[in-house]
C-alpha cells in the first residue's frame, strides 16, 4: 500500500488540502496525466496544476535524526517552498515526490546532515487558453480582480470584458449590455438597471486564461539619478494571471444555461 499524506499548507490566509498518494499507480489519484499535468478533483470541476522537476541541497537538524529520512526531507521541503512563486514556474503548493536522494554528509561546524535532491513540486500555474472558474475578489474601472481561494492575482482586464460594457461606480461592478449597441459609458449608466447584466463581488465566473506575467522584485539599495533618489514603484506582485470573458460560455455561471454543470470554483475556506 501506498502512504498517504494529507497536507494542509496556510495560503494567502487560506487552507488548501491535498491528498496524495507516493506509492506506484496511485498518481490517478490526483488525475496525474502521462504529460505531467496534474488535476485535482473535486466537486464536479478539475483544477489544473503542473508538476515541476525541482532540485536543491536540504539540511536536517540533529533533533530531527530520528524520523524517516524522506518525511524530515518533505517537511523541509515544504517549509521552503509552501506559498512561494518561483521565477517562470509558478505558485508552489507542496512537495508531489522525492525522485532522487544522495547520502547524506556532515559539512564541518554545523553537525547537520545535508541531502542533494531531485523532487516533483506541485506548482499551481493554469496554461494559456485554460477556462477555469473563479469568484469575483472587486472591481474597478481598470478591470476586474478574481480569487480561486488560494490565489488572488487573477485580473480580467477592461479590454477583455464582453462588449458593450461599463463600470458602474455606485455598484462598484461591471455590467453587461448584450444586444446593445451603445458605445459611450455616459449612455450606457443612463439605460434602465433591468437590462443591465452585473458581474457583482463574490459571483463565480468562468474565465479563459489568456497570459501569466511573472515580476521579479529583487531587493536592493534605494536607486539614485544624478544624486537624486528615484521614487520606487508600487510593489508588484510576483505572479500574476490574465484572463478574458469576452467569448459565449464565459462570464457568471449565471449568464448560460447548464453552466451548474460546469464545475465549481474553489472554496476559499
Same mark, same amino acid.
Not at 517552498?81 to 518561483?86: C, D, G, I, K
Not at 506548482?123 to 469568484?135: D, N, Q
Given at each position: 500500500?501506498?502512504?498517504?499524506?494529507?497536507?494542509?499548507?496556510?495560503?494567502?490566509?487560506?487552507?488548501?488540502?491535498?491528498?496524495?498518494?507516493?506509492?506506484?499507480?496511485?498518481?490517478?489519484?490526483?488525475?496525474?496525466?502521462?504529460?505531467?499535468?496534474? $488535476? %485535482? !478533483?473535486?466537486?464536479?470541476?478539475?483544477?489544473? &496544476?503542473? /508538476?515541476?522537476?525541482?532540485?536543491? =541541497?536540504?539540511?536536517?537538524?540533529?533533533?530531527?535524526?530520528?524520523?524517516?529520512?524522506?518525511?524530515?526531507?518533505?517537511?523541509?521541503?515544504?517549509?521552503?517552498?509552501?506559498?512561494?512563486?518561483?521565477?517562470?514556474?509558478?505558485?508552489?503548493?507542496?512537495?508531489?515526490?522525492?525522485?532522487?536522494?544522495?547520502?547524506?554528509?556532515?559539512?564541518?561546524?554545523?553537525?547537520?546532515?545535508?541531502?542533494?535532491?531531485?523532487?516533483?513540486?506541485?506548482?499551481?500555474?493554469?496554461?494559456?487558453?485554460?477556462?477555469?472558474?473563479?469568484?469575483?475578489?472587486?472591481?474597478?474601472?481598470?478591470?476586474?480582480?478574481?480569487?480561486?481561494?488560494?490565489?488572488?492575482?487573477?485580473?480580467?482586464?477592461?479590454?477583455?470584458?464582453?462588449?458593450? $460594457? %461599463? !463600470?458602474?461606480?455606485?455598484?462598484?461592478?461591471? &455590467?453587461? /449590455?448584450?444586444?446593445?449597441?451603445? =458605445?459611450?459609458?455616459?449612455?450606457?449608466?443612463?439605460?434602465?438597471?433591468?437590462?443591465?447584466?452585473?458581474?457583482?463581488?463574490?459571483?463565480?465566473?468562468?474565465?479563459?486564461?489568456?497570459?501569466?506575467?511573472?515580476?521579479?522584485?529583487?531587493?536592493?539599495?534605494?536607486?539614485?539619478?544624478?544624486?537624486?533618489?528615484?521614487?520606487?514603484?508600487?510593489?508588484?506582485?510576483?505572479?500574476?494571471?490574465?484572463?478574458?470573458?469576452?467569448?459565449?460560455?464565459?462570464?457568471?455561471?449565471?449568464?448560460?444555461?447548464?453552466?451548474?454543470?460546469?464545475?465549481?470554483?474553489?472554496?476559499?475556506?
Amino acid at each position: 500500500m501506498g502512504r498517504s499524506f494529507e497536507v494542509a499548507l496556510a495560503l494567502t490566509s487560506h487552507v488548501l488540502i491535498i491528498d496524495y498518494h507516493l506509492a506506484k499507480g496511485d498518481s490517478h489519484v490526483l488525475g496525474l496525466e502521462e504529460h505531467g499535468r496534474l $488535476t %485535482a !478533483f473535486g466537486k464536479g470541476t478539475a483544477r489544473m &496544476f503542473v /508538476l515541476s522537476v525541482l532540485k536543491d =541541497t536540504v539540511a536536517i537538524h540533529p533533533s530531527n535524526f530520528g524520523a524517516p529520512v524522506d518525511q524530515a526531507l518533505i517537511v523541509e521541503l515544504n517549509k521552503k517552498y509552501a506559498n512561494r512563486v518561483l521565477h517562470d514556474v509558478g505558485l508552489c503548493v507542496c512537495v508531489f515526490d522525492l525522485t532522487e536522494v544522495g547520502e547524506g554528509k556532515v559539512r564541518y561546524g554545523d553537525g547537520f546532515l545535508w541531502y542533494k535532491l531531485v523532487f516533483r513540486m506541485v506548482v499551481f500555474r493554469p496554461f494559456t487558453s485554460e477556462v477555469i472558474v473563479a469568484k469575483v475578489k472587486s472591481s474597478d474601472e481598470d478591470g476586474i480582480r478574481l480569487t480561486v481561494g488560494f490565489f488572488d492575482d487573477i485580473y480580467i482586464p477592461a479590454s477583455y470584458l464582453p462588449q458593450p $460594457t %461599463a !463600470f458602474d461606480p455606485n455598484e462598484r461592478a461591471h &455590467f453587461w /449590455l448584450p444586444d446593445s449597441e451603445l =458605445t459611450s459609458t455616459h449612455d450606457m449608466l443612463d439605460t434602465p438597471v433591468a437590462e443591465r447584466m452585473y458581474i457583482d463581488q463574490g459571483e463565480a465566473v468562468r474565465v479563459r486564461v489568456e497570459t501569466d506575467d511573472f515580476y521579479d522584485d529583487e531587493p536592493g539599495p534605494p536607486k539614485m539619478a544624478e544624486g537624486v533618489q528615484i521614487k520606487s514603484e508600487a510593489k508588484r506582485a510576483p505572479y500574476n494571471i490574465i484572463c478574458s470573458i469576452s467569448e459565449q460560455g464565459l462570464g457568471p455561471l449565471a449568464w448560460w444555461s447548464g453552466a451548474q454543470d460546469g464545475g465549481e470554483p474553489m472554496d476559499e475556506g
